[in-house]
């Protein structure tokens, strides 16, 4: 082959891109086109094509010596040397610049492939072959005919079926140009990648992913067009499982995806996941881990329930049949109808028991006959327990455990199993994708800057030109005039009466058009009104199509079009004006009718606002609709593949019925009935995988997929970073702005004149020149008599001021600065003259003088303040408003933050500039610039005192009305403020438990080990907790009373009302006595929890006087006892945390009403449609076999069910019976009226009842091609529950969040705040260290016990124990009489693991750790369970499967990850035990309502002798089920039974009808404000606790190596195990930290000693407990500038400031002192000198005699430096010095010390077995080994010396490193 020589283009560098080639056409014979240079030649291309500029020189002129050849060998540069990188790059330039226009087509070549249009083609292929593998079925391709219309020549098993040849010729044809055509691309990128790989680099990869794929998919269509070509053969029969293979092609639609989705974060920033330094990516795959672990985490709990499942309850065997009935070959004639399961025990008291014509017996089912639902064993029993888990048909189940075990149990496993694994093990899911979407946002924010303008932001002005050189800013107006209208008409589009007139037209006409309605009764009626409401229509239709025009003629059509209101204003107009066609009036045009309803969200700014910032940002949530659309496409293809060859399969029938089966899965309405109805029809073989495949999707569908709607929501509440700042402040500002404002119950008394209570003084003197009969105020004779001095007046107003500021207020008071004299002295005068008596409405008041006095002294605080921070001696506001700089260079995080406070400390001589950018460290160590925010954003201070003034401001007015209204704080305007009945009342109301304890002596808070529950038994007064008792007591009387046990007929129930009733009488009378009833601060009723204590007491009151016999329905005797249910609810204003739970979802109130309008908006406009196009057209005879309303008469045999999930028999034999016929529409959904389509839509809406909707609809448009109507239901579905109900759980998180400030916080603030909380959730460890050296065999123990594979032996073990459990234990089953001898052998192996521990680290040091103590405990009751169960093995079987139980939970403890998800699980349920609490009452007050209400209402479809509401404990089963939204809409309709279904009374309690109002009312109210409103609460508390878990140490500002560390060195120190370690001892702890933690001694002595004195100082010298050092190491580790919030910013600073403030004074003390002290050594002389020689020479052989390898201990490290003991890290010839630790021990008053000194180890096997042998400082002879007494004096001494320089070191050494 010829070559061709390419010269490099111009402009392009050699160094980068060493040959690039230029444009070539070759001609297929080897001569070059017209105008080209031929093959072999030079080409001299035309820059101008190459890209460059005109009048570029040639390549030539530029770079002539440097060529390339295009030959066979692929492309060569010429005069270079050939390398692959060489070839490499020549060949990226080559593709990059190679004309594709100027390419002849051909597979060498693949140039063709890019081209625009080819891509077009291939992508187009690529939709046509996803289309066509789902139309290519055997329901599509054949058609079932019967046998006879058949030639006799067939084969049999191709008898049943004919081909569709039209349709089977279509596809084949299509399918074979698909697969041509991907053949041809894949063949030309294969080659053209050989080609590459054989000119460039032979080492390289050849073969992309992607061209791998695209083979396999074109090989497919091959495999595919083969498998049609068997089909048209009859070789296989056409539901053949060989169309599986077909499968694997319908993953073609992925490259179209793989093409448009391109993850691009600006026009200019692309994020590459493939980069292993990427953040993004890293979250990803720490996300995707976190998925793993929290699946890990529900495997576990589905495991536990499994195996407590099948030992609980095992097979559900046992049904009712007929006494003569074959078990072993049950028919459905012999079973009971329904068929019922039973208790085989006759004569026990739980259970069902049988009929007598039934009895209870086991049956025993093939696998066809049986379903998969049950405990039979471990597989069955989990595959149930994951299906109850999804919360779809758990209460059948329930129900057939109640009715053949004891009822205690079906209820504890059931309600608990929902509990954890509902409610709170699957929500976890949520919040790993709200974590993952909160990161990603930040590190998006990071990348890209804040978020964009949204439409409210929008720039009004943009840069025009206005000369040639000159720009100007004009203003954009969108809606100025541009079309061919006067400016008159301009003015009314942009008038707000225009803007109204059309919304209130908008709502006229959804009105209109909701008045639809059909009545079967008055058709001809409806028929009129039908006729009205269509030239209506056209009325409507009209107007809004001139609206548009008009607006075309003002603006133009170009502008009008701009706007996307306008756009979608145009299609509604044009829409409904084609809708208007009489053909066309009801049809789906309909829908642009209803659409107009979405306008009328401008009619409310709020509303607006809300919409915009839920779905303003609409590519985020756009792009997360079309994912779940395409989720939902793939797998409903892939499904289709997988099952469409099953026959009678309805499901998977064709695409759109496996799309409805895939989207029913999806929202988990009827997806077990899916699940199973394909596990049925596989086999027993296949249905495994098919339930594999199934839980897989489910799990992903609804714990990925719909959490991610969730996470969206949320992210677009989150607010920017800078926002979150501003509104901290705002927040502040705020409250501080309403705290001085009176209650208006309060500020009513105001409005009258100032009445002051006056006195008369007596026994004056005569020469006095008052009058006789003199008046005086109350007030001040009161004062006058107390003689109030002027440092009372100081107390007096500083009463009010915080902790804080009463200082420094006492010491402006007391020593003012010179410059402030002159106000001081006014300040002196103003409260020294004060005279109260002058005070009247002409003059300034008392509060006036008093806040003009505290101003003054405020200035003077401030100018003093200012000076300190001007001398760099202060902690004044200069300390918040300079930037960050800088750290110091060093790897621990406290020298880090230490160097930058320390910079700023230098800076408090001068404040940063407004504007002035200031390096910022941030938390990972890296420098940014930082720019200060005003002063006035940060002005902490300033907040601080307009809240003390609004306190005071407020404090000051009820004084004043105190003192100038004698009836102001009056209880009942007649009992006085100093009575004593008042006084004695409020003693009674305000007794109330102090959980603080202190010591006598010392005045310290003693700590108790019962402290939580002191905490709870001071929650509320006594009197209080008196009536939370006598209200649950009644309560529990109330859940006695049924409609056949009422209070009026039992004098027992009476009692506990009127011990009710006279208990809250009681009640009140203190607290009205004590407090008043309304117009006093601190009264009765004061909120809405008063309004309900009154109102309940009333109820209570009236109904125990009247007592009434005859209730008839809807009198005011029935609501008198609804009222009286809600008496529970007393303890929600009985307890405070509960009263807060309540408080937190009124304050979130808007948002939730928001909400609720908008689902609303969006369940009318559905309903809306519905009415218009399904009125009336529902109806249908009930004998579906008859289609018309004329042949719907007479009677038909109705088949009866009797089973649920078996399948025995067929549809034929089931029993049937004779039922007339009736033409009615369905009873429990209907679109004949608005309401009545609503109230169906919202029952869809909790995706209750959709399923039977939607196959209703397909079946009535079974004639339809498509069922428009039945997609239309799923439409609604998927908009109202993918994002109207998650609205919901994203609204009621936000709130939550904002509602604790934690939606305020920026991102390091809330890692601050998990940090807080995941510290105190650590403990310290309390495992013993290692045995000594002399403990050999305890090493050797401990070393084997400890070891991880002892620790992965004993965790196989206990899992190994646990799957013995798969089968029930009972003693008739041998095998379980096996299983349990092997538990038994288990429990002998963990026994004697417990002996081996206790013999390594002792058993005092095995029981210091409570995971120890709960491994010994259920050791010894498995030991006690062999000893029973040798002694008889037919009992105790319940003992033994607990002890394996307990053993199963130890599995946690041996796994961080299952732990620290467990321990998360656990804090959510501890921190939302009030809101548990809350749901218990809430249920328990609807339960006792509903036996009201629904207590006689006979059995219907789904109330019946389990579910009803008889007694209270039926009653709270029933809702509990409503909230799992199990049916709760069926339970609804049947109690709405009203005449002539069921027969009324006068009296309510023996009617057995419903109540239609009463009914709607009561479950939509109960099932809004429990499932969408409390439960999402706890997910709320869950996504706030799981931070916990999620935070990792690339992220987290303490890594859990860190505090692993600090766990390990606190062992060390505290040999006790106590948990507290006295300051001494915390030096020695500091000391020896190491890693991110560790202090360096060298550089770091200054911040070693601020953390000393930080521990002293807080403590007082006293014991530090193991999470305040954990606290304070944490402070010391971040910037508390970023992470830290306003207030606790300012006290952290000012504690350090003062720890600064006493190091320095300590420093100079001991600077002086060490001065003074070598004064006085110079000044010795002689007789000292010998003494101080003898003393240093006996010291040096003393301490040779303790270690003779060294000669100078002091020369290798100080004993006991600081706390005692200097870690000294050298090591030399392997020996490791390990220095001890000095204790001080107290005996009554005598006190001693410790110390530990170094027995050094040579040998380097026990170099880490350094041992710290104790010496005792009077009794050195033990260490020294001589008896020699002035050796021992000596030593004695010498040490005690050494003890004290150590305590004292770090202030002695280096004491002039500050100033």
Known sequence: MEEAVIRPQQGLQLSSIPMVAAVASVSPSGQSGSGHTPTGGNLSPNPAALGAPPGSPSPQQVAPQHQVQIGAGGVTPVGLPSSPTVNAMAEAAFDDRLDPNAVAISPLNPKWLESKWTQGILLLSCFVSFISICVNTPNMLFTKVKPSKLSSNSAENQAEFEPNLTVFWTLFSVDLFLALLFSLETLSTFLHAARRKSTLDEAARPFSFSMIFDAIISAFHWISLIIQGLFLMRVFNPYCPIVILRLPRTLIILRPLRHYLSFRVTANKSVGFNSEDNKVSKVFRRSGKQVWNVTMFLL???????????????????????????????????????????????????????????????????????????????????????ESASQEGWILTMYKTQDTFEFWKSYVYFFTLIFFLA??????????????????????????????FGLEDAPTQRFATAGPSTWEIVTVDENKRRGLAPEICMRIVQSSAFHLTALMLVLADALLAASTHYSIANQEQVRNWNEILYYGQILFTVLFDLEALFKIFCLGYAAYIERGLHKFEFLVAVGSTIRLAPTLYQSQFTYFQVLRVVRLIKMSPVTEEFVFKIFGPTKKLGTLIMFTMSTLILTSAVSLQLFCHIDDLKHFENFIQAFMAMFQILTQEGWVEVMDTTMWKSGEWFAPFVAVYFVFYHLFATLIVLCLFVAVILDNLELDEDVKRIKQLKAREHKAGTEDKLPWRLALFEKFPDTPQMVTVNKLSRNSDFPSDAKVRDSFMRNFISGGTENEVLVKLIEGVSEQMKPRLKEAWEEPTALAADKTKELKKLLATEDKRELTKNQPNYFTRKMRALAALKDCIRYQSLNEQGNGSGSGLGMLYRGNTSSAAGTSLFATQHALRQDRRHRRSGSVKLGMKVDQTKENGHVSAFTPVKTRDLDIKILQEKTQQAEIKRSAKEENLRENHPLFDTPLFMVGRECRLRKFCQMIVTAQYNPIGRDRRTGLIKRSTYQPFFDLLALVPYLDWAMILVTILSGCSMMFETPFHRVVEHEELQVAEYIFVTAMSLELTFKMLANGLFFTPNAVIKDFGGVMDMIIYLNGLVFLAWLPEDVPAHSFAQYLMVGRCMRPLRIFSLVPDMRRVVYELVRGFREIFLVSVLLVALIFIFASYGVQTLAGKLYRCNDLNVRNLNECRGNYLQKIAVVKYLHIGTPEDLPSILVPRVW????????????????????????????????????????????????????????GCLIGVTLFVGVIIANFQENNGRALLTVDQRRWEDLKRRLSLVQPLHLPPRPGDRYSFRQYVYDQIMS?????????????????????????????????????????LFAGEAIMKCVAVSFRGYWQSFRNRYDLFVTFLGLLWNVLFAVNSEQFWELGTLVVMLRFFTICGKQATLKMLLLTVLVSVYKSFFIILSLFVLILCYALSGVILFGTVKYGENLHRRANFHNAGHAMTVLFRIVTGEDWNKIMHDCMLSPPMCTEAPDYWDSDCGSFTASIIFFCSFYVILAYIVLNLLVAIIVENFSLFYSNDADALLSYNDIKMFQEKWKIVDRERKGYITTIQVRFLLRHLTGRLQVDMVNDKLLFKHMCCEAEKTHNGAEVSFHEILSMLAYRSVDIRKVLQL?????????????????????????????????????????????????????????????????????????????????????????????????????????????????????????????????????????????????????????QNSINASVDSEDSDDSDDED
């Not at 499994?306 to 049949?321: K, S």
């Not at 899911?429 to 990603?440: D, G, P, Q, S």
């Not at 169906?1240 to 196959?1255: D, P, V």
């Not at 010095?1777 to 040579?1802: I, P, R």
Request: aromatic share 12%.
């Open 423 to 452: 409610w709170l093990v699957k929500n976890v899911f949520i919040a790993v994708v709200i974590e993952t979407f909160a990161e990603l946002r930040v590190q998006f924010q990071q990348i890209c800057g804040t978020k964009n």
């Open 1224 to 1279: 009615s529409k369905p009873r429990t959904f209907g679109f004949d009226n608005i309401f009545q389509a609503m109230l169906t839509l919202f029952e869809c809406l909790s995706l209750e009842g959709y399923k039977e909707i939607a196959e209703y609809l397909i079946d009535f448009e079974s004639t339809v091609p498509i069922p428009v109507n039945g997609l239309f239901v799923h439409v609604f579905v998927f908009i």
């Open 300 to 386: 576990f709990f589905l495991c536990l329930y499994g195996l407590v499942g099948v030992q609980f309850f095992g097979a559900l065997n046992h049904h009712c049949i007929l006494k003569d009935a074959n078990a072993s070959d049950i028919q459905i004639d012999d079973l009971m109808i329904p068929d019922t399961h039973c208790n085989p025990h006759i004569g026990s008291d739980y259970g069902y028991h049988c009929p007598p014509m039934y009895e209870c017996k086991e049956i025993h089912l093939r696998w066809d006959q049986r379903d998969y639902n049950g405990f039979d064993h471990f597989i069955y029993s989990i595959f149930t327990v994951y």
């Open 1348 to 1388: 991880k594979r002892a620790k992965r032996l004993i965790a196989f073990l206990a899992v190994a124990q646990s799957a013995l459990l798969g089968v029930k234990w009972e003693s008739k089953n041998e095998a379980a009489i096996n299983l349990a001898i092997l538990s038994a052998l288990f429990n002998v």
């Open 1687 to 1839: 207030e606790e910013l300012l006290e952290r600073e000012e504690l350090e400031f003062s720890i600064e403030e006493e190091v320095a004074k300590q420093t100079i003390i001991n600077w002086f002192n060490k001065i003074v002290k070598a004064r006085n050594v110079r000044r010795q002389t002689t007789g000292e000198t010998f003494i101080s020689q003898l003393r240093h020479q006996i010291e040096e052989e003393v301490i040779q005699k303790w270690n003779p390898n060294e000669t100078n201990v002091h020369k290798q490290g100080s004993i006991g430096g600081g706390a005692g003991g200097s870690s000294n890290n050298a090591a030399d010839d392997g020996t490791t010095e390990k220095m001890g630790q000095f204790l001080t021990a107290s005996d009554g008053s005598k006190k001693y010390k410790k110390g530990l000194c170094l027995k050094k180890n040579v040998s380097s096997e026990s170099e880490s077995n350094a041992s710290l042998v104790y010496i005792d400082s009077w009794k050195a002879d033990t260490c020294a080994g001589s008896g020699a007494k002035v050796q021992s004096w000596w030593n004695a001494a010498i040490l």
